[in-house]
């Protein structure tokens, strides 16, 4: 299992998505993810739109608004990646994989992205912070 990184650069990309976050109904992010990723392997899709979901979820469970998920393509050292990001207004709470504060039947969606992500980590400033997943487009 990979340690998240702790302030790991973002590489420059090009903004597919960026919306706030409406908790009541995160079924709005999987049909956006999907609309802005028309054209791509579904199964790739399905990969973004799981991990977005979990990020979110955690931000919407945990931490305060105001809330925004992004999707950036870019290319990073040679290959095509997505970045989701998921940011929040609780800079001092970070994820943690495999636990819960709400109950031994959760606790599992960090392990899906550290699973699904290539590479993940969380990056903060005083006031905010961002949890980020990236993702290879090319499989």
Do not use: F, Y
Not at 51 to 59: F, G, I, R
Not at 89 to 115: C, E, N
């Amino acid at each position: 299992m990979r340690d998240p990184q702790v302030g790991a650069p973002v590489p420059a990309a090009d903004t597919e998505l960026d919306e706030s976050l409406m908790c009541e109904n995160l079924a709005v992010v999987r049909r956006e993810i999907e609309r802005v990723l028309t054209g791509m392997d579904r199964e790739l899709v399905q990969d973004v739109e799981l991990v977005a979901t979990e990020l979110a979820s955690n931000a919407c469970d945990h931490a305060d608004h105001p809330r925004q998920l992004r999707l950036r393509r870019g290319v990073e050292q040679h290959d095509q990646t997505l970045l989701i990001e998921v940011w929040d207004a609780t800079p001092d709470l970070a994820p943690v994989v495999g636990t819960s504060s709400l109950g031994d039947h959760r606790g599992r969606g960090m392990k899906l992205v550290t699973r699904l992500c290539d590479d993940w980590g969380v990056r903060k400033d005083s006031d905010r912070k961002v949890v980020w997943g990236r993702m290879r487009l090319a499989r």
